[in-house]
C-alpha cells in the first residue's frame, strides 16, 4: 500500500527554522507532483508549496515565499520543506500530498499524509 509519512515538525522559537520531510513507499514519489499544505487551528487547510515530479519547477504560498523551500530527492522516494525565519502565524499541522498537478488546490492532491504538528513559540 502506498503511504506518505510526514516527520520532523517540532515546537520551536520565532526566526527558528525547521526542515519537514515526506517519506513516500513504493514508485508514488517517483512520477507524482508534491505538495505541502497546512492547517492552523480553527482554519480551513491552505496550500504550502508543491514542486514537479522532475524538481525543476516550484510554487508558493504568498505567505511563505522567500522564507520555504520546497525540494526532493526522488532517488530516496523523499520531499522537504525547508521552514527558515518561522513565525507564531506558521503553527499549524503541515500535510504532504502527491497528485498529478502542481496546483495549489487539495483536489489535485489523491494521496496525503497525516500530518506533522509545527508550533512556532513567540
Known amino acids: 500500500q502506498v503511504q506518505l509519512v510526514e516527520s520532523g515538525g517540532g515546537l520551536v522559537q520565532a526566526g527558528d527554522s525547521l526542515r519537514l520531510s515526506c517519506a513516500a513507499s513504493?514508485?508514488?514519489?517517483?512520477?507524482?507532483?508534491m505538495g505541502w499544505f497546512r492547517q492552523a487551528p480553527g482554519k480551513e487547510r491552505e496550500f504550502v508549496a508543491s514542486?514537479?515530479?522532475?524538481?525543476?519547477?516550484?510554487y508558493y504560498a504568498d505567505s511563505v515565499k522567500g522564507r520555504f523551500t520546497i525540494s526532493r530527492d526522488n532517488a530516496k522516494n523523499t520531499g522537504y520543506l525547508q521552514m527558515n525565519s518561522l513565525k507564531p502565524e506558521d503553527t499549524a499541522v503541515y500535510y504532504c500530498?502527491?497528485?498529478?498537478?502542481?496546483?495549489?488546490?487539495?483536489?489535485?492532491?489523491?494521496?496525503w499524509g497525516r500530518g506533522t504538528q509545527v508550533t512556532v513559540s513567540s
Open positions: 513504493g514508485r508514488t514519489g517517483i512520477n507524482s507532483v
Open positions: 514542486i514537479t515530479s522532475s524538481g525543476l519547477i516550484t
Open positions: 500530498a502527491a497528485g498529478n498537478s502542481p496546483g495549489r488546490f487539495e483536489s489535485l492532491y489523491a494521496l
